[in-house]
């Protein structure tokens, strides 16, 4: 079959398009055969004959991927039941304007494009003697309905995630931000030329080089079909071995609306149920919807807190082992001694103690992902509490490992995204490493080292950092919180073409 | 990957380069508290009080799990090479990071060699600079030994909570391993360290409470280990002992307020038989004045107190009656200059040097190190003509305005 | 787009003065001002700190009349082929020996007061890889962080301060005047080369968004710098008295030791230490990086950044040969280096500037 197989030629070469014949045969004999009719049962061919054109014109389309309900009131009904009017039944266009009350349509003059419209959903309408093929906007499938976030819950903001169709997606956002200026670009990846993302952005704050830099690499991926934005992610990042994710993932409108404000891009695709944003800085992957939803005061409590979770999360572990086996002078006596008495029981090194503790907690972790829901809690309490209950008593472990193994662990939820949540677990394990060869020299080495790292990644060319780093201008929205009335900067990292939210607040100080 | 597998080498190396450093937390013995003694041919009888640390168990272990302390006696050439030897018969890696108390008997401080025993503690990174130093009457090892607490697990958070209680009372003076050394390399004064005993030898003549020395103190029951009064040290060897009272009163002659309020009696002047109680508040600086441009030098000091009248056991009425208020003060001033001046001929005769800090003001008189150095504040102080004068306030009066009126009350 | 390009601005140069000065007063260089300074050792640095600013305005004036050029090449421009070279290299070899002993008191120090059994080379290896590492991901790493750090590294030194507190007793300050004035003097004027690394920060010029933020961030870092090593040496006599300060082999962190927050919470050293590290740590990444661009450009090379990592092996293998601190420090650095190359940096610049505004004068006469 392979070399009858009509894409092969027409890969991204021009020359190589199939142009409309203007034979409806031809035509059709073409269309059916790259969809393999009869044996494909989804492809529908419906013919329909206009009595006041005089003209014959065939409808296909996939079933599945179309509104049943659209082709059969909108189109067929209304070819089918036109009335004749002085029409110069020559002018196919007249057909589209004066007959199809569907809402809108495409004119394509290849059979590829006719191919591809078919695939996404439209209904191709082949007219006799025309060179030109309408493709009519039909599109309609079963997907989820918008339901809560999974992840990223918050108490005081709206509770709608994003679903699997790009449509709706794009309604969600266009919803919360009514602007002339939100611009979708929809740009074609991939080397089947079926697979599209939305490109989002405000057209008055983005940075054209940004936009630019973004399509350019949108259009080097490299793969016949990329599934959703998780692997799309791993197609456009610029360093696929770093630790550090350059891309943010989310499931919320409202922040992907809150990003677009600043001047970030986002990208929506089908099958996915979030958004891509970039470009990305810590404090993107760090902050939370809520911490703007609240008052200040409470919004700064919860990032301080949140702050001392993601410290206590990273370097807990690796201070207990620099503490107990390097630098004893620290504790208080009666620590030091509670703690010789306990350890006294166990077999084990600290050490191994530690990493055993932390990889058993991991286990867990993976597994409760995969538990089916109905004995969700019952295997929670039996792993957590009676496993490691029985391991001390067992002597196995001592008490005191088991309370830093389960701060840290928990600690580790407080950070809000996916990927970042791994990165603070990977780093824990390298903090842990380093203070097991030599205490907190190691610790302060592998600190610095992981700063000055951090401090130079860049992602689309934005400092990982900013705008602490290069320190500049910001929204006054980084470690701690202004009140919403003061954050009337854009952050200036991606250089925006409107830097100013708002005229700067003149009560207060 | 090839950095990858560059830096998997360079990791493994580290890892396999071992780790000096790293010692189990269990593999420690914690020594707590350090007893020198002096033993013949030079060598040092050297006592370790090594904290066990399965007999306090705070989840509450119960059953028999043996003494919470460890004590062994042993003789060695001198301090450093102890550690080794030991481990000879201990079984944990002697660790001295969280030394608490060093005891050193009275005989070996009173002889010349105890410095050279002594001083490499200095260079031992292990050892804090806020250890305690104690002086016990009797033998280290013994002190040690008897030293039975009866509120507290361990013995060493015996001497901890008792350096609060050295601030707050005053008796014994704050004696720590830092102003140990430090008062020795400034060669201008004396030290005073805290002076113990576990053997109790009650005087019961004595006329004020604080006059007591370590083990005059007469009481039954509770922890035979008493410390009181100071153990005077000049030049790293130690030269004689001041009663509690005597402490005191060296404190209370320092240049900065180093003494928290605390209790005290004076003889009541009206009636002889009893005694009035105060606190007495140290809260300003003592002025004191030097002119020491002369042969003979001169120090004028006035220390301003504030007391607090807290009990009248004679009933007398002192605080509403002026003419009785200012019998009192005069009085408690005429006492205590008394007292004072005893202390000082005291240290210009029998010590030859100061305890009072009072080097520290003399040093602001020069501009150089060389005219500083060149004068010998320590040779020069036996010589000095000083007049103290106190500035007595009497302030509070705890509760009540006037005592009970016992006879109308008996009528 | 690129927000990032390259430079550095006033606030991260800033924070690389102040880092690399200021933490001079944690390591050898505070035990040999408090040697001969005594009681009024925190005068030393104010003495040198005046005796810099001649030399420093002078570099600064050069800086703004050569536009772009950093020092080595304003050298270059000024004195000649052969000269230039002489006074480059020798600048190179001044900060090559200064920062293996740098390295080896650091390496010493950690070993001494923390890990007693690891070998002293450990230290120095690892101190030379992170550091490398840091220096490699260019200036606008190093900057960065160190601008970052900054803020850390003061709280934590604020809090030494308030912990040590009680530790304090001012009449150690007196005999005020120490060794006499014209031993200070002379003393401030030889030990100025604390402060020449000011000079030798010329070399970054180019890297530095223009000449406004260079010059306000290197005036206010010199002066931050010479006044926390003066008050640093104050606090250390008024905490432990002129003679055992002398004595002391680090005296910052013994202090760390006395740092105590009532009677149970003492042995806090650990924290100081850690910040400690850090700021060691971005000061070596900052040397290597500087003295590659020395050595780059003295030989006119096209790239200086491939130099960094022979650069860092070498200091490392050179950290190893003294034998231990007293030979390493108080003989070779003391004597040697900070006592005899004050005079150069304290006569290069003037010297280049008077040449420079000689020639400028004859070129204008001549038109």
Redesign the interface.
């Known amino acids: 079959m392979w070399p009858f197989f009509p894409f092969k030629k027409s890969n991204n070469s021009p020359s190589a398009k199939t142009v409309v014949t203007g034979n409806l045969q031809k035509d059709l004999n073409y269309l059916k055969k790259a969809f393999f009719y009869p044996d494909n049962k989804d492809l529908i061919v419906r013919e329909i004959y206009i009595d006041t054109l005089e003209k014959e014109v065939v409808l296909l389309f996939m079933a599945g991927m179309v509104d049943r309900k659209v082709i059969e009131e909108h189109v067929i009904k209304t070819l089918i039941q036109a009335k004749p009017s002085n029409v110069d039944s020559k002018l196919q266009e007249d057909i589209v304007k004066r007959m199809l009350s569907i809402q809108n349509t495409t004119v394509y003059y290849t059979l590829e494009k006719a191919i591809k419209g078919v695939l996404m959903g439209k209904t191709i309408m082949l007219v006799d003697e025309s060179k030109k093929i309408f493709a009519l906007e039909t599109t309609g499938y079963e997907h989820r309905s918008i339901d809560k976030p999974e992840r990223e819950n918050v108490i005081k903001g709206p509770l709608e995630g994003f679903v699997e169709s790009s449509l709706i997606n794009r309604s969600l956002i266009r919803r919360q931000l009514k602007s002339k200026n939100l611009i979708t670009e929809g740009i074609e990846i991939g080397t089947s030329g079926i697979c599209e993302v939305s490109l989002i952005y405000m057209k008055n704050i983005a940075n054209d080089k940004l936009v630019e830099r973004v399509k350019k690499r949108l259009k080097q991926v490299n793969s016949d079909n990329v599934q959703g934005l998780s692997v799309l992610e791993q197609h456009l990042e610029e360093r696929p071995y770093s630790l550090i994710p350059t891309m943010l993932y989310t499931e919320r409108p409202d922040r992907a609306v809150a990003f677009l404000q600043e001047g970030h891009i986002i990208l929506i695709m089908d099958n996915s149920p979030a958004c891509l944003v970039l470009p990305v800085t810590f404090w993107a992957l760090f902050h939370t919807a809520e911490d703007q939803y609240m008052r200040w005061p409470y919004g700064n409590f919860t990032r301080v807190i949140r702050m001392i979770a993601l410290l206590v999360a990273m370097f807990t572990p690796a201070v207990y082992l620099a503490i107990?086996?390097?630098h004893?002078?620290m504790i208080p006596?009666?620590l030091?001694?509670?703690?010789?008495?306990?350890?006294?029981h166990v077999p084990f090194?600290?050490y191994f103690e530690l990493i055993m503790l932390e990889l058993a907690f991991e286990i867990l972790r993976e597994a409760f992902l995969r538990v089916p829901s109905l004995l969700g809690p019952t295997i929670g309490i039996v792993g957590a509490l009676v496993l490691g209950q029985a391991a001390v008593e067992a002597g196995i472990v001592s008490?005191i490992l088991i309370i830093i193994v389960a701060m840290t662990g928990l600690s580790a939820f407080a950070v809000a995204d996916i990927s970042f949540n791994f990165v603070v677990r990977i780093i824990r394990f390298i903090f842990m490493?380093s203070a097991?060869?030599?205490?907190l020299y190691g610790i302060a080495l592998v600190l610095i080292g992981l700063l000055a790292y951090l401090n130079t990644l860049k992602s689309f060319g934005v400092p990982f950092m900013s705008p602490l780093a290069p320190s500049g201008p910001s929204s006054k929205d980084t470690l701690f919180r202004w009140p919403v009335w003061k954050q009337w900067l854009r952050p200036f990292y991606l250089d925006p073409k409107d830097s100013v939210r708002k005229k700067p607040p003149k009560r207060g100080a | 990957m090839r950095v990858c597998k560059f830096i998997f080498l360079f990791?493994l190396l580290?890892?396999l380069?071992g780790?000096?450093?790293?010692?189990?937390?269990?593999e420690?013995a914690?020594v707590?508290i350090i007893g020198l003694d002096i033993a013949e041919k030079g060598m040092l009888e050297i006592t370790y009080d090594i904290?066990n640390?399965?007999a306090?168990?705070?989840?509450g272990g119960g059953g028999d799990v043996g003494l919470p302390s460890e004590t062994i006696t042993f003789l060695a050439p001198d301090f450093v090479s102890a550690r080794d030897i030991v481990n000879s018969s201990v079984s944990r890696e002697i660790?001295f990071?969280?030394l608490?108390v060093i005891v050193v008997s009275e005989e070996l401080a009173r002889t010349e060699e105890f410095i050279h025993h002594f001083s490499p503690v200095l260079r031992d990174?292990?050892i804090?600079?806020?250890v305690e130093i104690i002086v016990s009457q009797e033998k280290a090892e013994e002190f040690i030994r008897n030293n039975n607490p009866k509120l507290e697990e361990?013995p060493?958070?015996f001497f901890?909570h008792m350096?609060?209680r050295w601030r707050e009372t005053s008796l014994t003076p704050l004696s720590i391993l830092?102003k140990f050394?430090?008062r020795m390399?400034?060669d201008a004064g004396v030290f005073l360290a805290a002076y113990a005993t576990a053997e109790v030898n009650p005087v019961i003549e004595k006329p004020t409470e604080d006059e007591y020395i370590a083990g005059e103190f007469p009481k039954l029951g509770g922890n035979p280990t008493q410390v009181l009064g100071s153990a005077v040290f000049k030049k790293g060897k130690m030269i004689g002992v001041l009663t509690g009272e005597e402490t005191r009163l060296a404190l209370a002659l320092r240049?900065d307020v180093e003494t928290d309020p605390f209790l005290v009696t004076y003889p009541d002047p009206i009636d002889e038989d009893y005694k009035v109680a105060f606190r007495v508040h140290k809260e300003q600086h003592n002025r004191i004045k030097m002119n020491l441009k002369k042969d003979v030098p001169k120090i004028n000091v006035t220390i301003p107190l504030t007391l607090e009248l807290l009990g009248v056991p004679s009933l007398i009425n002192y605080i509403e009656d002026p003419n009785n208020m200012e019998v009192l003060k005069d009085s408690i001033t005429a006492y205590l200059q008394g007292k004072a001046e005893a202390l000082i001929d005291r240290t210009q005769e029998e010590f030859m040097a100061e305890p009072f800090k009072w080097s520290?003001?003399a040093?602001?008189q020069?501009?150089?190190?060389?005219?500083?150095e060149g004068y010998h504040w320590m040779k020069s102080y036996p010589k000095a003509e000083i007049s103290i004068s106190f500035e007595i306030e009497i302030s509070e009066f705890g509760r009540q305005l006037d005592s009970l009126d016992l006879q109308k009350i008996r009528d | 787009m690129e927000i990032s390009d390259g430079k550095i601005d006033r606030r991260e140069f800033f924070a690389i003065i102040v880092i690399l000065i200021a933490s001079k007063f944690t390591d050898l260089t505070a035990t040999i001002i408090l040697r001969t300074g005594?009681?009024a050792a925190w005068i030393l640095p104010i003495i040198s700190f005046i005796v810099i600013i001649l030399p420093f305005l002078a570099t600064l004036a050069l800086l703004k009349r050569f536009k772009k050029k950093n020092f080595i090449e304003i050298i270059y421009a000024i004195a000649g082929k052969y000269l230039g070279f002489v006074i480059a290299i020798s600048l190179f070899f001044i900060l090559l020996s200064a920062t293996a002993i740098n390295l080896r008191n650091y390496a010493d120090a950690v070993s001494?007061?923390?890990?007693?059994?690891?070998?002293v080379a450990?230290f120095i290896l690892?101190g030379a890889v992170v550091s490398y590492f840091i220096a490699n991901r260019g200036l606008e790493g190093i900057g960065r962080t160190a601008s970052l750090l900054l803020p850390c590294f003061a709280i934590s030194l604020l809090l030494l301060i308030v912990l040590t507190w009680q530790h304090f007793?001012d009449?150690?300050l007196?005999?005020?005047?120490?060794?006499?004035v014209v031993a200070l003097l002379k003393d401030g004027l030889v030990y100025s080369t604390i402060f020449a690394d000011i000079i030798v920060m010329a070399v970054l010029f180019p890297f530095v968004k223009d000449y406004r933020s260079y010059r306000t961030a290197s005036i206010r870092g010199l002066i931050v710098s010479a006044f926390l090593v003066s008050l640093f040496l104050l606090i250390y006599i008024i905490v432990?008295?002129?003679?055992?300060a002398t004595v002391v082999n680090h005296p910052f962190h013994?202090l760390n030791?006395?740092a105590?927050l009532g009677?149970f919470i003492?042995?806090v050293e650990a924290i100081f230490f850690f910040f400690w590290i850090l700021a060691k740590t971005l000061r070596f990444a900052i040397y290597f990086y500087v003295m590659a661009i020395i050595l780059g450009y003295s030989l006119t090379l096209k790239e200086f950044e491939p130099l960094i990592l022979p650069l860092a092996g070498l200091t490392a293998m050179l950290s190893l040969i003294p034998e231990n601190i007293v030979e390493g420090t108080l003989d070779f650095r003391d004597n040697f280096l900070l006592q005899r190359s004050w005079l150069y940096f304290i006569t290069v610049p003037i010297v280049l500037w008077f040449i420079s505004k000689w020639r400028e004068k004859s070129k204008d006469e001549s038109l």
């Open positions: 107990t086996n390097f004893p002078e006596s009666e030091l001694l509670s703690i010789m008495n306990t350890r006294e090194p600290a008490p490493i097991l060869i030599i205490g | 990791l580290i890892l380069m780790c000096w450093d790293r010692q189990e937390v269990e420690r914690l707590m904290a640390a399965a306090v168990d705070p989840g660790s990071l969280h608490r990174r292990e804090r600079r806020n361990r060493y958070s901890e350096e609060s830092d050394f430090q390399e400034e240049p520290q003001v040093r602001r020069f501009w150089t190190l060389k005219e500083y | 005594r009681t001494t007061m923390f890990y007693p059994n690891t070998p450990f690892l007793q009449s150690y007196f005999p005020l005047l120490g060794p006499g432990f008295d002129f003679h055992p013994q030791r006395r105590q009677p003492t042995n």
